[in-house]
């Protein structure tokens, strides 16, 4: 019954993932192939390949073989016997160690969760919204739709209405009229890239004629600021302790400076006014109170800011979650391909043997010596910018990813090659093809899942050192080592790199712990230990 449930989830996620393609909907996790397929040229192909699997114009024929491979492991689950996808006793053994194995196996878990989360997708973080209820009762799910909804749909006027609103803005709309009736949003509003938060600020208190800290604790000292209507700033104003001293600017609503004074022995004394009308009228246009504002890196817990900001005003949380969506689909197309050539050479090497083993050996030996992150970055610099992406990354990546266990594989097929059963299937008549896939690749399954965990850290090491360099992936993906870069760069604003090492760490570290775990479940000679 678990088979054949896991079967049809399988097949129902891959027919929710064409027809949302068709029919222009985003789903959190399966549409990912076809996001993918938007953003590299050569991952999709003219509509007249296959008119009947067209959207916008082009077939995304990666999203599709995704799709396919996905419907095709459902189906073969179906087929398959019950007992034919049991586990060997060995391997039941191994997985009631990792289970003993605590550090290891909570570990898992809590790595699970996390991927739980980042296929979440956007009912996690974004800025569209969730739904949107119109004010005639229509509804909406901006979140879920491909396509922008226009502003109009929602009663906004002039230019908004054309482009998408601002689904944050809206949501503070409730309750006037021609605004919405309800609007939901993620838990984390903001998008991972290409967001950028207005200034947060904090309301300062006056007392006694004085102006205090946000906290009311002591007079303020430094600037502050009076804001228009609409959160721009009106006037800037130096204080200390508390009353104001010093250079006092004013700035009109497209930015441009109209005001500048000094304050002296207590009066404000004009210097220059370059805007139109009445220097009075313009003063007027903001009401009398103060606020802190705090320019980008903003810190944490400001502005609705749990972590608060990086130097772009990109929210830092949800610039992490969408770095952990990054690594995860790295990690799902890096690791089929590197772990596909290394067993395939390291097998054939191991079987055939001679002149082939010989000549394989040497070509590694060479390819080995290359600097590998070296040699990523110059191929990455070589190529046209429409072709930087995250898959041409991993695949230069890929390149040299293979080859450390190309020899583990090597020592291993030779080894299970001078076994009793290999032999006797040679005696049958079967081909080497069939005796490695067969017999030989199930008894390398305990290297394999040992040096999976291994694997992951070094493909999420290498594209953060790749991002921190400036030669990783372009500014569209959330990139750790990117914000690692910008945290350096502003070590006045602790909390930016803080973050991105938080999260490196705990990654890499529940990483390493499965990886113990699973060394330790698969070891013959710690056996005895958990047993």
Known sequence: MKKNAIALLLILAAILSGAAELHGWLIPTLSWPF????????????????????????????????ALLVAL????????????????????????????????????????????LAAADQLIVGKRALVVV??????????????????????LTGNTALTEPDYRELQRSLGFPGGPRMVIMPLVPWAPTADPAPFPTE????KDGKLYAADGSSPFDGQACRLYPD??????????????????????????EVYSANWKNGKLITEKFSGEGELKKFLDLSSNEHFLLHYHPAPPLTGGHLLGTDSRGTDILAYL?????????????????VYGIGLLFGMLMGYLGGIFDLIAQRGIEILSQLPFLFLVMVLTDLLPPTLHGMFVTLSLMALLGWMPMTYLIR??????????????????GAGPLHIMRRHILPNLTPIIIT?????????????????????????????????????????????????????????????????????EATSPRRHDHFE
């Open 35 to 66: 996001s993918a397929a938007r953003r590299l040229a050569f991952l999709s192909c003219p509509a007249d390949f296959a008119p009947q699997l067209a959207a916008d114009g082009r077939v995304q024929w990666f999203g599709w073989a995704v």
């Open 73 to 116: 492991s459902g189906v073969y689950l179906l087929c398959r016997r019950a007992d034919s996808l049991s586990l060997p006793p060995q391997a039941q053994r191994s997985l009631e160690r990792f289970r003993a194995h605590k550090r290891g196996y909570y570990a898992l878990l809590l790595l699970l969760g996390l991927f739980t």
């Open 134 to 155: 119109a004010e005639d009762g229509s509804l909406y799910f901006p979140a879920f739709r491909r396509n922008i909804l226009p502003g109009a749909l929602f009663g």
């Open 203 to 206: 309301s300062l208190p006056v």
């Open 231 to 256: 959160g721009n700033i009106h006037l800037r104003i130096r204080y200390r302790r508390g009353v104001p001293d010093g250079h006092v600017q004013g700035w009109s609503p497209d930015r441009r």
């Open 321 to 337: 979650f969408g770095g952990l969506q990054v690594n995860i689909q790295a990690a799902l197309f890096y690791l089929p391909l």
């Open 411 to 428: 020592t291993a097929t030779m080894k299970e090659k001078k076994r009793d059963y290999v032999a006797a299937a040679q005696a049958m």
């Open 451 to 519: 040096l999976l965990p291994f694997s992951t850290a070094t493909v999420i090491l290498s594209l953060t050192s790749l991002d921190y360099l400036g030669f990783g992936l372009p500014d569209h993906y959330a990139a750790w080592g990117r914000l690692l870069n910008d945290g350096l760069s502003k070590l006045s604003s602790p909390w930016v790199a803080s973050s991105a090492v938080g999260a490196l760490v705990l990654i890499l570290l529940l990483i390493t712990f499965i990886g113990e775990g699973v060394r």
